[in-house]
């Protein structure tokens, strides 16, 4: 693993640690970074040492400021459709990982960086972290399917969650 990784992976007493590092990029998704965080997510899950995930962002401003606007607007009508499938699979593989997920939100959570945190289990943020869709603002919709989240009926992490002990 380098510093330069868009996904750093920390393991450390049964806490598997993921941060997005992009931090020029308030650590923006773009195909790397979903490719690499499913990839450790897949590691993850069939490690039975971890016990629960922490996925944080690098740098002091932001968790995720969500999709990487300049990615999106170079890349081709279908490579953008395959970035948001794989956005949504990526936040489907957090929500059934089997594992508690904590979305460790430490500076701005916007579009596809909030839906990121709405798939996970829990989330606990700093007091100046922000959060949003600044998407519709250029006529844009969440393209990972999180806003859908707010809606379902109770998720198998929240499920899960009323089955922890309160020592967890």
């Known amino acids: 693993m380098s510093s330069t990784d868009p996904v750093l992976y920390q393991q ?57 606007i300049a990615y999106l607007h170079q890349a081709s009508p279908l490579a953008v459709r395959e970035f948001a499938q794989q956005g949504i699979a990526v936040n489907q593989q957090i929500e059934t990982l089997g594992k508690p997920v904590i979305a460790a939100i430490n500076g701005y959570a916007l579009g596809g960086g909030l839906e990121l945190a709405e798939s996970c289990w829990l989330r606990v943020a700093v007091s100046t972290a922000r959060f949003g869709h600044p998407e519709v603002k250029i006529g844009a919709v969440a393209g990972f399917g999180g806003t859908c989240l707010l809606y379902t009926s109770p998720s198998p992490r929240d499920r899960t969650r009323s089955r922890m002990p309160s020592s967890a």
């Open 12 to 68: 450390t007493a049964g806490i598997a640690w993921l941060t997005l590092n992009r931090p020029a990029a308030l650590n923006a998704l773009n195909q790397e970074l979903l490719q690499q965080l499913a990839m450790r997510l897949t590691q993850i899950q069939a490690d039975e040492a971890v016990k629960a995930v922490i996925i944080t962002g690098s740098g002091e401003k932001a968790f995720c400021a969500g999709a990487d």
